[in-house]
């Protein structure tokens, strides 16, 4: 599986400059693409919404949140999303590709696994955060 350039660069966009405050990736073919960003000033409520229902997505979001020292910190999320409704194929090929596409993006903090919604609510992730 071959990662197009462009995904690399847009998530060190993320990274460093902080352009995005979410990718959203998909398979074409033979390759990872880009298929979505997200403005810096999205909510995590926009990034669950533009995943779709019925097929699996791979999705990097940078999560803002303040510890209980009251200390203001980032962590990068790597999400594997694949929906149950999700066609069987679809499923295998994100699964067996998603360790390769996910050794490109240097930098990843945090990783979860979500076939629906209620896996990656906002819950969830600020408890993987801290």
Same mark, same amino acid.
């Given at each position: 599986?071959?990662?197009?350039?462009?995904?690399?660069?847009?998530?060190?966009?993320?990274?460093?400059?902080?352009?995005?405050?979410?990718?959203?990736?998909?398979?074409?073919?033979?390759?990872?693409?880009?298929?979505?960003?997200?403005?810096?000033?999205?909510?995590?409520?926009?990034?669950?919404?533009?995943?779709?229902?019925?097929?699996?997505?791979?999705?990097?979001?940078?999560?803002?949140?303040?510890?209980?020292?009251? *200390?203001?910190?980032?962590?990068?999320?790597?999400?594997?999303? $694949?929906? !149950? %409704?999700? #066609?069987? =194929?679809?499923?295998?090929?994100?699964?067996?590709?998603?360790?390769?596409?996910?050794?490109?993006?240097?930098?990843?903090? *945090?990783?979860?696994?979500?076939?629906?919604?209620?896996?990656? $609510?906002? !819950? %969830?992730? #600020?408890? =993987?955060?801290?």
């Amino acid at each position: 599986m071959a990662v197009q350039d462009e995904c690399k660069l847009k998530f060190l966009e993320l990274k460093a400059k902080r352009n995005h405050r979410y990718i959203i990736f998909r398979i074409d073919g033979q390759q990872v693409v880009v298929d979505k960003l997200g403005n810096p000033d999205d909510t995590y409520d926009d990034f669950s919404a533009s995943l779709p229902a019925n097929e699996c997505r791979y999705a990097v979001y940078d999560f803002d949140f303040t510890t209980d020292e009251n *200390v203001q910190k980032s962590k990068i999320f790597f999400i594997a999303w $694949s929906p !149950d %409704i999700s #066609k069987v =194929r679809m499923k295998m090929v994100y699964a067996s590709s998603k360790d390769r596409f996910k050794r490109e993006l240097d930098g990843i903090q *945090v990783e979860l696994q979500a076939t629906d919604p209620s896996e990656m $609510s906002l !819950d %969830i992730v #600020k408890s =993987r955060a801290i």
